[in-house]
T-cell receptor, first 116, second 114 residues
Framework: AQKITQTQPGMFVQEKEAVTLDCTYD???????LFWYKQPSSGEMIFLIY??????QNATEGRYSLNFQKARKSANLVISASQLGDSAMYFC?????????????FGKGTHLIIQP | KAGVTQTPRYLIKTRGQQVTLSCSPISGHRSVSWYQQTPGQGLQFLFEYFSETQRNKGNFPGRFSGRQFSNSRSEMNVSTLELGDSALYLC?????????????FGPGTRLTVL
């Protein structure tokens, strides 16, 4: 079974609209971290936002927020007021356990295209 | 602070050759991880180094190896290259201080095997 599932391979959104990118995860660990990364066509992975499994409040970073629903194992990324520069691949990732040794498990990504 | 740097950015090799990729982490970061990204398999974890020790390795053959130096810089090596090794290789560094384990990625090395 996939550990990270992103069900939207591609999305077209009008500029200035809000966008929600879906991510569900599967783990039996009590301690884990959830991350969202943006990958423009240049290839570099840009860190956007982090949510720890014990964090009670949803994470926010500027125009990005993470809608964390632990019981549903859901960690959706919300981008408010989308901009043309938001067009990119977006990856949800999970780190299980503590200490970072196990690496990140990534979903297959969502290709977001912002239309003017 | 300077970000994660990777050299070279692009590389073309032929089957059977070997290749070494280099990664310099963000200053102060002690952990370096490597990932392979291909259109078919997506992003896959290769290995992670901390204090010059490999702590974990993904499901890759022994042709893939790496090391970390005392200054936290890391190299990965792929021997006997195969066509399927063509990929974007991403390096990421993490401070690993307390709960801070966010991984910050470099621009990647795009390897083409002919």
């Amino acid at each position: 079974a996939q550990k990270i599932t992103q069900t939207q391979p591609g999305m077209f959104v009008q500029e200035k609209e809000a966008v929600t990118l879906d991510c569900t995860y599967d783990t039996s660990d009590q301690s884990y971290g959830l991350f969202w990364y943006k990958q423009p066509s240049s290839g570099e992975m840009i860190f956007l936002i982090y949510q720890g499994s014990y964090d009670e409040q949803n994470a926010t970073e500027g125009r990005y927020s993470l809608n964390f629903q632990k019981a549903r194992k859901s960690a959706n990324l919300v981008i408010s007021a989308s901009q043309l520069g938001d067009s990119a691949m977006y990856f949800c990732a999970m780190r299980e356990g503590l200490g970072g040794a196990d690496g990140l498990t990534f979903g297959k990504g969502t290709h977001l295209i912002i239309q003017p | 602070k300077a970000g994660v740097t990777q050299t070279p950015r692009y590389l073309i090799k032929t089957r059977g050759q070997q290749v070494t990729l280099s990664c310099s982490p963000i200053s102060g970061h002690r952990s370096v991880s490597w990932y392979q990204q291909t259109p078919g398999q997506g992003l896959q974890f290769l290995f992670e180094y901390f204090s010059e020790t490999q702590r974990n390795k993904g499901n890759f053959p022994g042709r893939f190896s790496g090391r970390q130096f005392s200054n936290s810089r890391s190299e990965m090596n792929v021997s006997t290259l195969e066509l399927g090794d063509s990929a974007l290789y991403l390096c990421a560094s993490s401070p690993l201080w307390g709960d801070e384990d966010t991984q910050y990625f470099g621009p990647g090395t795009r390897l083409t095997v002919l």
